[in-house]
């Protein structure tokens, strides 16, 4: 019974093999975040080696991602880190989404949430794993965007509107 069990999951492995998820690579940058905001080198070198995989049009794949089922779990990791932030279509956004964006940027750096540690355990993509300067420096440039976004905005134009649940639409 073992050996039939281990005979069927050989097979489903072998099988796998044969499919593979779409790639992240469009690398459509009508939307850049850096077509509206400056990013210093320093910056942009930073999200380019820790952020940009995951949050972006664009990822750069590991030689694993050739084997499956490692290749779902990536496609499914770069899928929710671009719904979460894309900085690819970011200036599609509404300014009160993109400076909320900027905010969790802000956020989720500050508290090390970011990159996962899913990213860089194992020393998998450990340029990614960020020191403390570069953590400032993110946050210092994000909070920059922020006041920058707030010197050429009203100040109502930068907070997210709450949504009307379903039921007091017409109300």
Not at 105 to 132: C, F, Q, R, W
Request: with cysteine.
């Amino acid at each position: 019974m073992l050996k039939k069990i281990a005979l069927g999951v050989g097979i489903i492995l072998i099988l796998i093999q044969f499919i593979h998820p779409e790639k992240n690579l469009s690398d459509d940058n009508m939307y850049d975040i850096s077509t509206q905001y400056a990013i210093p080198a320093d910056v942009k070198q930073v999200l380019q080696v820790a952020c940009r995989d995951c949050h972006s049009n664009k990822t750069e794949y590991p030689w694993y991602n050739n084997i499956q089922p490692v290749a779902f779990f990536l496609a499914h990791h770069v899928d929710d880190g671009k719904k979460h932030l894309n900085f690819s279509t970011f200036t599609k956004l509404p300014i009160a989404v993109q400076n909320h964006k900027l905010e969790e940027v802000i956020e989720t750096v500050e508290e090390n949430e970011m990159p996962l540690e899913s990213y860089t355990a194992l020393g998998l993509h450990k340029e990614a794993n960020l020191t403390d300067a570069q953590r400032q420096l993110i946050v210092e440039w994000a909070k920059t965007q922020m006041a920058t976004l707030k010197a050429n905005y009203p100040a109502d134009s930068l907070i997210m509107k709450r949504r009307k649940p379903e039921g007091e639409a017409g109300k």
